[in-house]
Antibody, heavy 122, light 108 residues
Framework: QLQLQESGSGLVKPSQTLSLTCAVSGGSTSSGGYSWSWIRQPPGKGLEWIGYIYHSGSTYYNPSLKSRVTISLDRSKNQFSLKLSSVTAADTAVYYC??????????????WGQGTLVTVSS | SSELTQDPAVSVALGQTVRITCQGDSLRSYYASWYQQKPGQAPLLVIYAKNNRPSGIPDRFSGSSSGNTASLTITGAQAEDEADYYCNSRDSSGDLLVFGGGTKLTVL
């Protein structure tokens, strides 16, 4: 059974770079038909898609975050990572990683990691 | 358009049927998937590929789609169905993903 686990710094200072890693177990990040995604949820608010990376290394980002986001894939460690630069308090959120399945006109996120809270504060 | 619109809140009497909707132009081309989120938990996939349920999701959950609207129906709502529900699909380009704003379901 595929499982995802986020890790990284829970506290980041304003203007610095947020860095998170998602470790994948029970499956391979090299599998075709899937991409690997980050989603966030500010406290008390809804889900916001951040971006995803294909097993090929191609990336797609939310236009509202594109200038600050980098998602990378480490196939040797079977994990993928998120970097978000120049953070502000508005970036405080629970960050989730998830696998995205793609089928013609369908896509879905499954499974999800448990999420990790990142607070931006000095 | 890259937006998906959901009603912020819906309520249903215990045992009754409720429909949660998601509207967006991209839904004319792409199907929605649906997620249930309970407080303090990660979202859980409940419907994918229009009307498919992952293993372990009760058959009272079903999905449908018409025009620019996708719907999640719970037939015979249970107390444990009280949660936030989010739809997801692609934007019109087909490459970017988007979530609806979420619907808080209250079971009375």
């Amino acid at each position: 059974q595929l499982q995802l686990q986020e890790s990284g710094s829970g506290l980041v200072k304003p203007s610095q770079t947020l860095s998170l890693t998602c470790a994948v177990s029970g499956g391979s990040t090299s599998s075709g038909g899937y991409s690997w995604s980050w989603i966030r949820q500010p406290p008390g608010k809804g889900l916001e898609w951040i971006g995803y990376i294909y097993h090929s290394g191609s990336t797609y980002y939310n236009p509202s975050l594109k200038s600050r986001v980098t998602i990378s894939l480490d196939r040797s460690k079977n994990q993928f990572s998120l970097k978000l630069s120049s953070v502000t308090a508005a970036d405080t959120a629970v960050y989730y990683c998830a696998r995205v399945r793609w089928e013609w006109t369908n896509n879905w996120f499954d499974p999800w990691g448990q999420g990790t809270l990142v607070t931006v504060s000095s | 358009s890259s937006e998906l619109t959901q009603d912020p809140a819906v309520s249903v009497a215990l045992g009754q049927t409720v429909r949660i909707t998601c509207q967006g132009d991209s839904l004319r081309s792409y199907y929605a998937s649906w997620y249930q989120q309970k407080p303090g938990q990660a979202p859980l996939l409940v419907i994918y590929a229009k009307n498919n349920r992952p293993s372990g999701i009760p058959d009272r959950f079903s999905g449908s789609s018409s025009g620019n609207t996708a719907s999640l129906t719970i037939t015979g709502a249970q107390a444990e169905d009280e949660a936030d529900y989010y739809c997801n699909s692609r934007d019109s380009s087909g490459d970017l993903l988007v979530f609806g704003g979420g619907t808080k379901l209250t079971v009375l």
